[in-house]
């Protein structure tokens, strides 16, 4: 199962060739990602980012009122890390519905930060993050 996150595509957004400039995409994500988190055990503070990656499949243009959705999964749970799969797709309503205009990967800690570490997950953090667990998107 996927966390949706809705999206506005913002005119400020379009780069100067005229499409969703590329660094918008992780912006996309991280929004989510921070809305998700802050639903767990954990909250979106304990949580961060050591790595992104992400596919560009199709351009995306401005329109009034336009947006994507941003669909979370968790794709596997380490000792204190997290692979999750993001992708970013046309909304229900769009032409092209359902496909993803982008897909990204991103590993987040688990961090303490009195501490200045990483650390394990506990067992009402994984299992909250089980919920969200899809071995298709890994």
Known sequence: MAFRYDVAVRWS???????????????F???????????????????????SEIDFRFPVHFVTGGRLV???????????SLLIRQ????????AGAGDA???TRHVLVCYDYVRGAPRPWTDVEREWLSR?????AA
């Open 132 to 136: 969200w667990q899809d071995e298709e």
């Open 13 to 27: 957004d379009e780069d100067r060739l005229g499409h969703v400039n590329n660094s918008r995409y992780l912006t």
């Open 87 to 94: 992708d970013i797709v046309w909304p229900e309503d769009a």
């Open 29 to 51: 994500t991280e929004d989510a990602r921070l809305v998700w988190l802050s639903e767990s055990p954990t909250g979106a503070g304990g949580v961060i980012l050591a790595r």
């Open 101 to 103: 205009v982008a897909r």
């Open 70 to 80: 941003v669909e979370t999964s968790v794709c596997s749970i380490g000792r204190s």
